[in-house]
Nanobody
Framework: QVQLVESGGDLVQPGGSLRLSCAAS????????MSWYRQVPGKERELVAR????????NYADSVKGRFTISRDNAKNTLYLQMDSLKAEDTAVYYC?????WGQGTQVTVSS
């Protein structure tokens, strides 16, 4: 059974940082590209960042380039998203995606 379990979401002030994690199981993680998406109420889910199976290349939405970093540890079957210089508009539920499966999401709220 495929499972993607996100963690690390929190309330943070503008300019702050968070690191999201996604623990994967039920498939051979190291063989698959992985992605982070985010969604706010009333809007479509949008791609934030993508990483290939071996970590290179990576791709980012223009809105997060230079502030977010996607990475993975294939030995730990874990995907990460380091988010720096957070803005109010980064507030969303963040989802891990891979092997045609979604995690349950983790809430990130950026507010003073």
């Amino acid at each position: 059974q495929v499972q993607l379990v996100e963690s690390g979401g929190d309330l943070v002030q503008p300019g702050g940082s968070l690191r999201l994690s996604c623990a994967a199981s039920g498939f051979t993680f190291r063989f698959y590209a992985m992605s982070w998406y985010r969604q706010v109420p009333g809007k479509e889910r949008e791609l934030v960042a993508r990483i290939s199976s071996n970590g290179v290349p990576t791709n980012y939405a223009d809105s997060v380039k230079g502030r977010f970093t996607i990475s993975r540890d294939n030995a730990k079957n874990t995907l990460y998203l380091q988010m720096d210089s957070l803005k109010a508009e980064d507030t969303a539920v963040y989802y891990c995606y891979g092997f045609a499966s979604w995690g349950q999401g983790t809430q990130v709220t950026v507010s003073s």
